[in-house]
């Protein structure tokens, strides 16, 4: 594998979903799924969930379109290599990129995705995203272990599969080394799947407050996922007999907050740059 000269990367993480970004303002990099694995490998590369590839919308073919209302374009790709549509966590991570480097705010700002336009909104240590209301599906389900968990589609932009367990020890006890096993007619590019107890204490002044894990698609196990937490939300929310609302959502690597409120999915949390440095091998 070829590796441009002095490839300069930036590490960051979303309630410690993490990512590899690489500033690439002219399209230059040849950012291939070869180079993509090598990069997110936590043993011979730098480790990640996935790449972020930080590309001005006008100078990538599947952003042009957006140029006139988002100077950026996160290129997201998964720890397997493979593009990915969106990415709440990584959004946020994209956003703080930016803010970081005087390329964007102090206030409200767009960014292209595979999935649209989403707008970040910075406060202070925390970031507001506009992850657009997800899109409840058709019930399936998800095979873990051998266990069956009954389950529902949810589009974010990315498809998920949202199972309702029954309690936060059943989430903590799951075994998700291994991919779980779904409908394929339901979910045939695979899909990101979320393991969620309902009805935990109240927190924060959240409306709800719930307990989630989440096994993603081309990754595995992540410590959070910020679409994810959307996607639970509305499932909690539509099962408590509300249309809009706040959710708090506990991950393993922290606190979510999202609140559904007419078209948008409002995700809010933390956003930290944590290295920099130059890959060579």
Not at 225 to 247: E, F, H, K, P, S
Request: one cysteine or more.
């Amino acid at each position: 594998m070829s590796i441009p000269n002095g490839l300069r990367f930036w590490k960051g993480h979303g309630t410690e979903n993490d990512f590899v970004l690489l500033p690439d303002p002219d399209g230059e990099i040849d950012l291939t799924a070869e180079l993509v694995r090598a990069l997110c490998d936590r043993r011979a590369g730098i480790g990640a969930d996935g790449v972020l590839r930080i590309v001005r919308s006008a100078k990538h073919p599947e952003s042009a379109q957006y140029a006139a209302e988002a100077e950026w374009f996160m290129d997201f790709h998964n720890a397997d290599g493979l593009v990915g549509e969106m990415c709440g966590n990584g959004l946020r991570v994209f956003g703080r990129w930016l803010l970081t480097h005087g390329e964007a705010g102090p206030g409200p700002f767009m960014v292209a995705t595979r999935a649209g336009l989403r707008r970040v909104t910075p406060d202070g240590d925390l970031i507001t995203i506009d992850a657009c209301r997800p899109a409840i599906g058709a019930p399936t389900r998800a095979i873990v272990t051998g266990r069956t968990y009954e389950g529902v589609a949810v589009d974010v932009g990315n498809p998920h599969l949202v199972c309702v367990v029954d309690g936060p020890d059943t989430v903590t006890s799951l075994d998700l080394s291994r991919i779980p096993e779904i409908d394929a007619t339901v979910h045939p590019a695979g899909a990101n799947v979320e393991f969620v107890a309902l009805d935990q204490p109240p927190v924060d002044g959240a409306d709800l407050h719930v307990v989630m894990r989440v096994h993603e698609r081309g990754v595995g196990e992540t410590r959070s996922c910020g679409t994810g937490a959307c996607a639970v939300a509305a499932v909690a929310l539509r099962r408590a007999g509300r249309v809009d609302g706040t959710v708090a959502v506990d991950v393993p690597g922290g606190r979510l907050f999202v609140r559904l409120d007419g078209p948008s999915a409002l995700l809010t949390g933390p956003a930290v740059l944590v290295a920099t440095g130059e890959y060579a091998r």
